[in-house]
């Protein structure tokens, strides 16, 4: 199947295509132009089909971790062994996802096109959080369109652009 070439060469067109379906998956809907916004629709509606389909194939598993003893503050609390000071751990019980093949491969699928997103706190720019978007995807995007059928986006018309006159559009998921 054929794809618009929008001007620029592969490397580019994939690295616009990826930024535009990343940016639309998290922020829920984004403005840009006709021709674009079609080529977005048949990446992110196949990203979301397939999140649909591996949404519950997991298993959960509990696990015991050893994990290092910290106080209120955070810090490590260290006790004093053969004149060096090493860390105490404690066994805590953890319960994790377990993925299936075939999600584990949908989620390598996943983010074989999904940049990598970072939340920034705009008080605090210390506090920069990495946002997983395959999670999102499988967590909260998935579950609103499990009675879907496909059509998980909607293009909508807003008229030339000023500048150069081109078709303006907002894609957003339905």
């Known amino acids: 199947?054929?794809?618009?070439?929008?001007?620029r060469t592969a490397?580019?067109?994939?690295?616009l295509l990826r930024n535009q379906v990343t940016n639309l998956l998290y922020h829920g809907k984004i403005k840009t132009t006709?021709?674009?916004?079609?080529?977005?629709?048949k990446i992110a509606e196949g990203i979301i089909a397939s999140a649909i389909k591996e949404k519950d194939n997991y298993e959960e598993i509990t696990i015991t971790a050893k994990v290092v003893k910290k106080d209120e503050n955070g810090n490590r609390i260290k006790e004093v062994i053969d004149g060096k000071k090493k860390p105490?751990?404690?066994?805590?019980?953890?319960?994790i996802k377990k993925d299936s093949p075939s999600r584990l491969h949908a989620r390598r699928q996943m983010l074989k096109v999904l940049y990598p997103v970072t939340?920034?706190?705009v008080r605090?720019?210390?506090?920069?959080?990495?946002?997983d978007m395959v999670d999102k995807l499988f967590s909260e995007i998935a579950p609103k369109?499990?009675?879907?059928?496909?059509?998980?986006?909607?293009?909508?018309?807003?008229g030339p652009r000023k500048g150069d006159a081109a078709e303006e559009v907002i894609i957003e998921l339905v």
């Open 11 to 15: 490397s580019q067109r994939k690295a």
């Open 145 to 158: 369109y499990v009675d879907r059928n496909g059509g998980y986006t909607r293009i909508t018309k807003l």
């Open 34 to 41: 006709d021709s674009k916004a079609k080529e977005i629709r």
């Open 88 to 95: 105490i751990f404690e066994n805590v019980e953890k319960t």
């Open 1 to 7: 199947m054929a794809q618009r070439k929008l001007g």
């Open 124 to 131: 605090r720019r210390r506090q920069a959080k990495n946002v």
């Open 119 to 121: 939340e920034v706190n």
